[in-house]
């Protein structure tokens, strides 16, 4: 977006911003500004590491890590996301009226 291009990528990028948030606590790119956040988003650099994260499973950052990959063209697309084996294991199966999601 920032680049005047939109498609389905932007909007992955977006849901990894948002599960880094849900996940971590924090966002993933930080600024004292909205200039300073722009300039942040724009080096498209940030980190999965620290106590935060200390608990976070490896397919939950792996899931971040495609959804925030900065070129568009070798994000992850919404189909690859939604079948991610994180995701997976996440969502209840329907048909099982026990199943429920588990805490993140």
């Known amino acids: 977006m920032l680049k005047g291009e939109y498609n389905e ?6 849901l990894g911003v948002i599960l880094y948030i849900l996940l971590s606590g924090k966002p993933p790119f930080d600024g004292n500004d ?12 940030y980190s999965i590491t620290g106590p935060e994260w200390k ?20 994000r992850i697309n919404a189909e690859l996301a939604i079948n991610h084996p994180w995701i997976k294991k996440k969502v209840a199966e329907p048909s099982d009226p026990k199943a429920t999601i588990s805490a993140l």
Do not use: P
């Open 9 to 14: 990528k932007c909007d992955l990028w977006s």
């Open 55 to 74: 608990n976070i499973s490896n397919e939950a950052k792996d899931l971040i890590k495609k959804m925030l990959t900065y070129d568009a063209n070798s």
């Open 34 to 45: 909205d200039k300073e956040i722009v300039n942040s988003v724009r080096m498209g650099t």
